[in-house]
Nanobody, 115 residues
Framework: QVQLVESGGGRVQAGGSLRLSCAAS????????MAWYRQAPGKQREFVAA???????SYSDPVKGRFAISRDNAKKTVYLQMTSLKPEDTAVYYC?????????WGQGTQVTVSS
């Protein structure tokens, strides 16, 4: 059974930093692409960043240059280092992986950025 457990969210002032973690189980972690999404109040869930099994990364335009995704295959954990945070980054952040056509999601972790 696939399980994704996020941690590291919290409240921070604008310009601050946070690092999110997502621990995975039930998957061949080193072989899959892992991603982060976020959902702000009243908005649809949106893509933030992804990292492939070979380490290739991709980012959405709003976070490019400020966020960095990484992975530790030995720990089966994916990270999202967030810097220069802005109030518009406030959202619930979700870890994601896709197995064939099925998307798996964590429970989410709240990030609140105050101005």
């Amino acid at each position: 059974q696939v399980q994704l457990v996020e941690s590291g969210g919290g409240r921070v002032q604008a310009g601050g930093s946070l690092r999110l973690s997502c621990a995975a189980s039930g998957i061949a972690f080193s072989r899959v692409t892992m991603a982060w999404y976020r959902q702000a109040p009243g908005k649809q869930r949106e893509f933030v960043a992804a990292i492939t099994s070979s380490g290739t990364t991709s980012y959405s335009d709003p976070v490019k240059g400020r966020f960095a995704i990484s992975r530790d295959n030995a720990k089966k954990t994916v990270y999202l280092q967030m810097t220069s945070l802005k109030p518009e980054d406030t959202a619930v952040y979700y870890c994601n992986t896709r197995q064939i056509t099925v998307d798996y999601w964590g429970q989410g972790t709240q990030v609140t950025v105050s101005s």
